[in-house]
């Protein structure tokens, strides 16, 4: 299909996060937008599946909530489970105090896309698929446009790109964003138990008692394995009466690179070597893998892009930095943020840049000029309102990737004796287990704990 020759806004990646920023933006009036992504519908293989409170509130700001929440599970709780029994650690029900939406909910990132692309699609916004961008450069008539020339040789020229394609972003690369971690990146696997994982949607034979509103995490030693039943019938090749469950863990080194699709073998010996056939003891019933839906694999790691906002470079100055007198280039989503999964953050925090951003950059639209602008400090002043939205943005990344470092060293603590000063012995799990399960007993503890999750503070 034929691409227009020029668009307002250019949205490249039509994940949750490209099309979430389209509804924004719609939601504001502004219709001359193109969404763009280089594959086909559904062959996206990010498989999130934890929505939290404060991302259903920005559902609901672009009217998506209702629909979102008819298809997911309602979960109350989350409980770690080792052999030491069951830690109730968040308990979302006292967050009715700060939304409406004192839940989490699990849901399947391809039934989460299918309910944005039905919107996208009743409002008559413009996705095309598979168009492919090669690179980008200011236009030769206005620097202040941007040619997105794409593999097939179309070019469109935009007012504005935005980078919503993935950790290996091509507009990122395009623009000379810097990305890395932000605390310097882990080279020693010790650093990173989590490091290779894999996930899968599976069906259980004799699946463990456990409450179908909670998310589980099986922890044994120096590994974790999350449990959590999904909602409805998200596969059409099975059927109705059969609950489907999202499992996912690290792989360690020894065991080597997991296959590309897991299939129910493998994703068998992971529940037998750390998941709920560890946790519950040898008397309980062994849990089977009768059938693997979906399954992959993947590296994790935390990286962040120096700036989620930037002109486009038009050469380089005298140090030698780029000369940015381009088009306005914006980065939202895994384009401009990942870290690994603990705590389910990432897509959330990608669907909240994009509801956040979209009036600024309509603000931005009515107030550019549709000419070149003419100096340095009229090019600062349209600017600043999307570099505070980049400004702000950044730090709740930064928050969250500071938060899930943390969450997930304190899941993988070793399971062993230890030495303190060579005569002290400890065992680091049991002492987590212990204060947790202390602590636990507290409500305002677990409620904290919910609120860390829900991004309510943080949005």
Same mark, same amino acid.
């Given at each position: 299909?034929?691409?227009?020759?020029?668009?307002?806004?250019?949205?490249?990646?039509?994940?949750?996060?490209?099309?979430?920023? *389209?509804?924004?933006? #719609?939601?504001?009036?502004?219709? !001359?937008?193109?969404?763009?992504? $280089?594959?086909?519908? /559904? @062959?996206? %293989?990010?498989?999130?599946?934890?929505?939290?409170?404060?991302?259903?509130?920005?559902?609901?700001?672009?009217?998506?909530?209702?629909?979102?929440?008819?298809?997911?599970?309602?979960?109350?709780?989350?409980?770690?489970?080792?052999?030491?029994?069951?830690?109730?650690?968040?308990?979302?029900?006292?967050?009715?105090?700060?939304?409406?939406?004192?839940?989490?909910?699990?849901?399947?990132?391809?039934?989460?896309?299918?309910?944005?692309?039905?919107?996208?699609?009743?409002?008559?916004?413009?996705?095309?698929?598979?168009?492919?961008?090669?690179?980008?450069?200011?236009?030769?008539?206005?620097?202040?446009?941007?040619?997105?020339?794409?593999?097939?040789?179309?070019?469109?020229?935009?007012?504005?790109?935005?980078? *919503?394609?993935?950790? #290996?972003?091509?507009?990122?690369? !395009?623009?000379?964003?810097?990305? $890395?971690?932000?605390? /310097? @990146?882990? %080279?020693?696997?010790?650093?990173?138990?989590?490091?290779?994982?894999?996930?899968?949607?599976?069906?259980?034979?004799?699946?463990?008692?456990?409450?179908?509103?909670?998310?589980?995490?099986?922890?044994?030693?120096?590994?974790?394995?999350?449990?959590?039943?999904?909602?409805?019938?998200?596969?059409?090749?099975?059927?109705?009466?059969?609950?489907?469950?999202?499992?996912?863990?690290?792989?360690?080194?020894?065991?080597?690179?997991?296959?590309?699709?897991?299939?129910?073998?493998?994703?068998?010996?992971?529940?037998?070597?750390?998941?709920?056939?560890?946790?519950?003891?040898?008397?309980?019933?062994?849990?089977?893998?009768?059938?693997?839906?979906?399954?992959?694999?993947?590296?994790?790691?935390?990286?962040?892009?120096?700036?989620?906002?930037?002109?486009?470079?038009?050469?380089?100055?005298?140090?030698?930095?780029?000369?940015?007198? /381009?088009?306005?280039?914006?980065?939202?989503?895994?384009?401009?943020?990942?870290?690994?999964?603990?705590?389910?953050?990432?897509?959330?925090?990608?669907?909240?840049?994009?509801?956040?951003?979209?009036?600024?950059?309509?603000?931005?639209?009515?107030?550019?000029?549709?000419?070149?602008?003419?100096?340095?400090?009229?090019?600062?002043?349209?600017?600043?309102?999307?570099?505070?939205?980049?400004?702000?943005?950044?730090?709740?990344?930064?928050?969250?990737?500071?938060?899930?470092?943390?969450?997930?060293?304190?899941?993988?603590?070793?399971?062993?004796?230890?030495?303190?000063?060579?005569?002290?012995?400890?065992?680091?799990?049991?002492?987590?287990?212990?204060?947790?399960?202390?602590?636990?007993?507290?409500?305002?503890?677990?409620?904290?704990?919910?609120?860390?999750?829900?991004?309510?503070?943080?949005?």
């Amino acid at each position: 299909m034929s691409l227009p020759q020029s668009v307002d806004i250019l949205i490249v990646g039509a994940g949750p996060t490209g099309l979430c920023l *389209a509804l924004a933006l #719609h939601k504001h009036n502004c219709t !001359n937008v193109l969404v763009v992504d $280089g594959v086909e519908q /559904g @062959e996206n %293989t990010s498989r999130a599946v934890a929505v939290h409170a404060a991302t259903i509130e920005a559902f609901d700001t672009i009217g998506c909530a209702e629909d979102i929440l008819q298809a997911a599970r309602k979960i109350s709780a989350t409980a770690m489970r080792s052999k030491r029994g069951r830690i109730e650690t968040a308990t979302f029900g006292p967050l009715a105090k700060y939304t409406k939406f004192p839940f989490m909910i699990a849901i399947p990132q391809h039934v989460t896309e299918q309910i944005l692309g039905k919107a996208v699609q009743d409002r008559n916004i413009r996705v095309l698929r598979p168009h492919r961008v090669a690179r980008v450069q200011p236009s030769a008539e206005n620097p202040s446009l941007t040619d997105v020339i794409f593999e097939d040789g179309q070019v469109v020229r935009a007012r504005v790109v935005v980078g *919503a394609d993935g950790s #290996h972003s091509t507009i990122r690369e !395009n623009a000379k964003i810097g990305w $890395g971690d932000p605390d /310097g @990146e882990p %080279t020693d696997e010790k650093d990173n138990r989590l490091m290779q994982m894999i996930i899968a949607d599976v069906i259980l034979e004799n699946p463990p008692d456990w409450p179908l509103e909670n998310i589980n995490l099986a922890v044994s030693t120096d590994n974790i394995v999350l449990l959590v039943a999904l909602p409805g019938q998200p596969y059409p090749h099975i059927s109705a009466d059969q609950l489907v469950y999202r499992i996912a863990t690290g792989i360690p080194a020894s065991w080597g690179p997991p296959p590309h699709a897991p299939d129910s073998e493998y994703l068998q010996k992971i529940l037998d070597a750390w998941g709920p056939n560890v946790v519950l003891g040898p008397d309980a019933p062994r849990i089977v893998v009768k059938q693997t839906a979906w399954s992959s694999r993947f590296r994790t790691r935390s990286s962040i892009a120096d700036t989620f906002f930037a002109r486009l470079p038009t050469g380089s100055g005298p140090d030698g930095e780029p000369l940015r007198e /381009g088009g306005p280039i914006v980065l939202i989503g895994d384009a401009a943020h990942i870290h690994p999964p603990m705590g389910g953050q990432g897509m959330n925090l990608g669907i909240r840049d994009s509801v956040k951003l979209g009036p600024v950059l309509v603000e931005f639209l009515r107030t550019a000029p549709a000419g070149p602008i003419a100096t340095r400090a009229q090019r600062e002043l349209v600017d600043a309102p999307l570099r505070q939205w980049a400004e702000e943005r950044r730090g709740r990344a930064l928050t969250v990737i500071r938060f899930v470092k943390q969450l997930g060293k304190s899941m993988t603590l070793p399971n062993e004796r230890r030495w303190l000063l060579g005569i002290v012995p400890f065992n680091p799990a049991w002492l987590r287990d212990t204060f947790l399960g202390f602590m636990c007993r507290f409500t305002w503890w677990r409620a904290h704990a919910a609120w860390q999750i829900s991004g309510l503070g943080n949005p």
